[in-house]
């Protein structure tokens, strides 16, 4: 076996396919021996080894090197099939291996690449050496491809699929905004702005906290640019998503204000025990605060990374008042206590059952078996209550849906009306219409008991609920 030859094949397949030399070594070693080992017995203890420099390849046979014309004739005269097909395994398994570790590193990172088709909703991306994969459920949901469309997305996963390398990208992670602000603003590239974080609702808004440590550069305007030039091509990337960019703070008190705008914030309560903040706002600013279906302060509790509750000064004395009332009701729970576990942020039995025993014993100088029995009745009222305010929603869900089936009959009482009228019988088509309108009463009182069930609650809203999808952007 010629050794100019191997090493003739190991520079094409290293050159060719990007694989390490010392795999297409170890490759031709393992098809060599695999056809090797036709002609000897199991018994045999065989090894080969090809000279990395001369790329001569040698056969041992229970320690003894055999002649290397023998290893050609014995190579020559068993299935030369099998050593090709240990060779074409191990070279897709050393370029799927390679593919792999190029594309882990690309994990987070902005790649580009064509789409070539669309497979029930899943967008199939051609990244020049692999086929990506777009799930439906990281697509931006206004926007629509087409093969031939060019998409920039983020890499999210990598994965190896047998003997192929599965690459799942991205567009609605929070990440695909920051590499877009890399791209589109050199000074976030040039890491002199700092994104600091970002809470993102693909398709919908964004919030981007940003820093500078150069106090004369203003970040916000940097990333906005002259009349939104800048953000402008983010914007259109996100298919109109809104922007909101806020400067970042280390301080709470000066970092919630800035991502709860455009609301403006009269205070700001931190409950560092239950790690959520209360922000406090004018009446006229709370639904601002809160947003549609309470996307602002979803987005800005994302964005600090505490949880935020919404009210008005005069909400917040009325939850105060209501929370000492409940917890002097507790055993060993004083009214001075209770006073000191509202300030803290305590405001229900469900905040109360999650304290730790040795803060409740600091706070209150009470003995440890005390605390214990305190927390432990408010993991009781928590359950209870919990198992009440479910029991009601079911009851307002069937109270509507009663409304709606008796609506549903005034059509049927209707028709029988018209029916007995055409019978000319005056008696029946009396009662028939007072029926109707006893049905009439009965959906009416019925429509006059049940709430409002679209109409904004007042009262504290947490970060829990979706905003207003105003398209463009604002400089915050």
């Given at each position: 076996m010629n050794g100019n030859?191997?090493?003739?094949?190991?520079?094409?397949?290293?050159?060719?396919k990007a694989i390490d030399s010392e795999v297409v070594f170890e490759g031709i070693e393992q098809a060599i021996l695999s056809a090797a080992r036709k002609h000897f017995s199991e018994e045999e203890k065989l090894e080969v080894r090809i000279d990395r420099e001369t790329g001569q390849p040698a056969l041992i046979c229970d320690g003894a090197t055999l002649d290397p014309d023998l290893l050609g004739d014995l190579l020559g005269r068993i299935s030369a099939q099998t050593a090709k097909q240990v060779m074409i395994q191990k070279i897709r398994e050393a370029e799927r291996d390679t593919l792999y570790e190029e594309y882990l590193e690309l994990r987070s990172q902005q790649v580009s690449g064509q789409v070539t088709r669309v497979d029930r909703g899943t967008v199939i991306v051609s990244?020049?050496?692999?086929?990506?994969i777009l799930p439906r459920s990281e697509q931006?949901?206004?926007?629509?491809?087409?093969?031939?469309d060019r998409v920039r997305a983020i890499v999210l996963d990598v994965r190896k699929?047998?003997?192929r390398v599965r690459v799942i990208l991205s567009r609605t992670h929070p990440d695909f905004v920051r590499r877009l602000f890399e791209v589109e603003i050199p000074?976030?590239?040039?890491?002199?702005?700092?994104?600091?974080?970002?809470?993102?609702?693909?398709?919908?808004?964004?919030?981007?906290?940003?820093?500078?440590?150069?106090?004369?550069?203003d970040?916000?305007?940097?990333?906005?640019?002259?009349?939104?030039?800048?953000?402008r091509g983010i914007v259109e990337e996100l298919a109109g998503e809104r922007i909101d960019i806020v400067r970042w703070n280390d301080s709470l008190s000066i970092l919630v204000p800035n991502a709860m705008q455009p609301a403006e914030v009269e205070d700001v309560i931190l409950c560092q025990m239950l790690g959520k903040v209360i922000v406090l706002v004018r009446e006229d600013q709370l639904s601002l605060a809160i947003g549609k279906f309470g996307q602002n302060v979803r987005l800005a509790s994302k964005l600090v990374g505490w949880d935020i509750n919404v009210m008005t000064q005069a909400l917040l004395d009325q939850q105060l008042d209501k929370s000492i009332e409940a917890f002097c009701v507790a055993p060993g729970v004083t009214p001075e206590l209770a006073e000191n576990l509202v300030s803290q942020g305590f405001f229900s039995f469900d905040d109360l059952s999650v304290i730790e025993p040795d803060q409740l014993v600091e706070m209150s100088g009470l003995s440890a078996a005390d605390c214990d029995r305190i927390i432990e009745y408010a993991d009781v009222e928590s359950a209870r209550l919990e198992v009440e305010e479910r029991i009601?929603?079911?009851?307002?869900?069937?109270?509507?849906?009663?409304?709606?089936?008796?609506?549903?009959?005034?059509?049927l009482v209707q028709l029988e009306i018209e029916s007995v009228a055409a019978g000319g019988d005056?008696?029946?088509?009396?009662?028939?219409?007072?029926?109707?309108d006893d049905a009439d009463v009965v959906i009416e009182d019925s429509l006059v008991s049940q709430p409002d069930l679209t109409a904004p609650q007042e009262g504290s809203v947490s970060s829990g609920a979706g905003d207003d999808l105003p398209a463009g952007v604002e400089e915050i």
């Open positions: 030859e191997i090493l003739r094949i190991v520079d094409a397949i290293h050159r060719d990244l020049g050496k692999i086929e990506a931006i949901r206004k926007e629509n491809y087409r093969t031939g699929a047998g003997s000074e976030v590239n040039d890491q002199i702005i700092e994104v600091r974080s970002i809470a993102r609702e693909a398709g919908n808004r964004s919030k981007v906290a940003v820093s500078c440590s150069d106090t004369s550069i970040c916000v305007g940097a990333c906005v640019g002259v009349r939104g030039a800048r953000i009601a929603a079911d009851q307002r869900k069937h109270a509507t849906n009663q409304v709606s089936t008796s609506a549903l009959k005034k059509p005056a008696g029946d088509e009396s009662a028939a219409a007072k029926e109707m």
